[in-house]
């Protein structure tokens, strides 16, 4: 057992939080911007909760945060009652945030600075994945202290991989947001395409998952997709933020990215349409009122 913080409890961050406490038994102290979250959520794993990041993180052994973007991950960091100010040398912080490999390097040397290690560890596998403990989590950091953290990390992941120095895990989650943005585009095309042809979704559904076509995507989102239901995954909001990430990344980089852009901008015409929180697979919506007009 670990003494553990676990800054940030949105819809991944609750989930995961509780998963340190149930599975791996740890004594998991919780902060949250919203306090009442926080009390919910010590009334329902035990453990404790802090009224600033800098407490939660006192005397830890591992810090874990998963908060909404570069700016919120610095306010609880290297902030004003951040937890950079309280951890103790020789602790880990684990970032599982989706951010830029900028401020995932610009934190990684503060950290260095006063004595401690961070690793940045974006996770894929949505809200059902956070709920049934069954994240991938992509990791930036050294050998050695990937190694200690590992095993705290698997409380709630299936596949936790070292993907190379500070920054490494972040450009790995871009990977995985670029593929995402395109399998969600093909697969929205193809179920409007069915539904145009006047075929039966599911009987083809049926048949090409089991080719070439098959995706997590495929297997989990097309029945909700052909029925227009909204409310099963990560939020458009989000997925702009981290295509945003995605393709000024690739600009400094070099790396040419027109489908990713394109997809981008699908998911704006999204968010014009009220669908800042649907799911991912919505694109398929901005198909559908095309053709409806």
């Not at 295509?243 to 690739?250: D, N, P, Q, S, V």
Request: glycine letters at 12%.
């Amino acid at each position: 057992m670990a003494k553990v913080a676990f800054i940030g409890l949105g819809v991944m961050g609750y989930p995961m939080a509780g998963h340190l406490k149930t599975r791996g038994g740890h004594d998991v102290t919780v902060y949250n911007r919203t306090a009442k979250k926080a009390e919910k959520w010590v009334s329902e794993f035990g453990g404790s909760h802090a009224k600033t990041p800098a407490e939660a993180a006192r005397d830890c052994d591992f810090v874990f945060c998963c908060v909404g973007n570069d700016e919120d991950l610095r306010a609880v960091t290297t902030g004003p009652d951040g937890a950079f100010s309280t951890i103790k040398p020789g602790a880990i912080f684990i970032d599982n945030t989706t951010a830029s490999a900028e401020v995932a390097r610009e934190l990684s040397a503060a950290a260095a600075e006063k004595g401690f290690a961070f690793l940045d560890a974006p996770v894929s596998g949505g809200q059902a994945g956070a709920e049934n403990g069954a994240l991938t989590v992509m990791v930036g950091g050294d050998n050695s202290t990937f190694d200690t953290a590992k095993p705290v990390i698997d409380c709630f992941a299936k596949m936790v991989g070292l993907m190379g120095p500070s920054g490494a895990g972040q450009l790995a989650k871009m990977v995985n947001q670029i593929c995402i943005a395109g399998l969600v585009q093909g697969l929205s095309e193809a179920i409007h395409f069915a539904k145009s042809a006047d075929l039966d979704v599911e009987k083809v559904i049926g048949v090409i998952s089991k080719g070439a076509a098959q995706s997590w995507q495929m297997e989990n989102r097309w029945e909700t997709m052909r029925d227009g239901k909204f409310d099963y995954g990560f939020a458009v909001d989000w997925m702009r933020k981290d295509l945003g990430i995605c393709l000024k990344t690739a600009n400094e980089t070099g790396a040419r990215l027109p489908v990713t852009a394109l997809v981008d901008q699908f998911y704006a015409e999204v968010q014009a349409m009220g669908g800042n929180r649907w799911d991912t697979s919505s694109l398929i919506a901005r198909l559908e009122n095309a053709s409806a007009k």
